[in-house]
């Protein structure tokens, strides 16, 4: 997609207003503000209804412009080299100097940052000399946004403008790794976790069970269609919306395939899509075949299941 000045232009304006803006990144497109600016962030948690003891993911172009932030580790730069720009985030710790707003944090000493490869966000952040606070640009614990589309149905009139940057390549949030202390992943996401554990050459049954770290993404219901949801069935009732990974010879209008060849990249594009087609379907119920727990896979299972998790349901 071609670089539009305009937008680019229009976007950068609006946030050094501290006003908050969506922009594309390849996980999801995020609700972005300034990260030094209180004013501005509070706008995030407003728009979201997110709760602020859940903090924010803050978005940067480069290792240079965190070095002002955050205390670098050796780990840290290694996975960086490995994996930067892309679909993961590193919890670190903040300098005492650090201007990122306290709000973003949830007062702690801690910080998620990442980042994005998107073109057009890099070149924003590469614009501008704050770096944003970005969390998925949807309605707190509902399912995130891949397209433009996605988003001016979660707010409509409420955002003042979404940068307009394609349908989101990964389709899944970002992979999120503690690097204080021992690595240990927090979050499953865009890069699975075998994939780096075996980069920093650390055995996963070797990572702490228990993290005291509060992260973005946490909440038991998230990613939610706000739809009754069973998972790993295979065959589904007559009034349930079936999602698929493989093609089936029978042909079904009920049927919404996340891949027909079991593709699990694919799948990961795919699901936060297909949940909102079903939705907008008026479904009241979903059933999923069982996704294989490999890979990114494992991350895609990780939102069904807590996609499914509401007590109303239950």
Excluded at 55 to 78: A, G, M
Excluded at 134 to 152: G, T
Excluded at 260 to 271: D, G, I, Q, V
Aim: net charge positive; proline share 4%.
């Amino acid at each position: 997609m071609k670089i539009n000045d305009s937008n680019i232009k229009k976007t950068i304006k609006y946030l050094n207003n501290d006003e908050c803006v969506a922009i594309p990144t390849e996980t999801v497109y995020g609700l972005a503000a300034n990260a030094y600016s209180k004013n501005a962030v509070s706008k995030i948690f407003k728009l979201k209804k997110r709760p602020r003891s859940n903090p924010l993911i803050v978005h940067y172009h480069n290792i240079n412009q965190l070095k002002k932030d955050c205390e670098l580790n050796s780990v840290f730069r290694r996975l960086y080299k490995k994996f930067c720009p892309g679909a993961i985030s590193f919890v670190l710790k903040l300098k005492k100097t650090s201007k990122i707003s306290k709000i973003v944090t949830n007062n702690s000493n801690l910080v998620a940052v990442r980042f994005p490869s998107h073109h057009l966000t890099r070149k924003i952040l590469k614009e501008i000399d704050y770096p944003l606070a970005a969390p998925s640009a949807n309605i707190s614990s509902s399912i995130s946004p891949v397209s433009k589309q996605d988003v001016i149905d979660e707010f409509g009139n409420k955002i003042k403008f979404v940068l307009e940057g394609g349908s989101s390549k990964v389709g899944l949030e970002s992979t999120i790794i503690n690097l204080v202390g021992k690595p240990n992943i927090l979050r499953l996401g865009g890069i699975d976790s075998k994939t780096i554990y075996k980069f920093i050459k650390s055995s996963k049954n070797n990572q702490k069970k228990e993290v005291n770290v509060k992260m973005p993404g946490s909440r038991k219901l998230h990613y939610s269609p706000g739809i009754p949801m069973r998972l790993n069935v295979k065959k589904n009732n007559y009034d349930e919306a079936f999602i698929l990974i493989k093609k089936r010879k029978k042909k079904n209008k009920n049927y919404f395939y996340l891949s027909k060849t079991k593709n699990l990249k694919e799948a990961a594009k795919n699901l936060y899509k297909t949940l909102r087609k079903i939705k907008k379907n008026r479904y009241k119920k979903i059933a999923v075949e069982k996704i294989p727990n490999v890979q990114i896979g494992e991350a895609i299972n990780d939102r069904l299941l807590r996609a499914s998790k509401n007590e109303k349901f239950n």
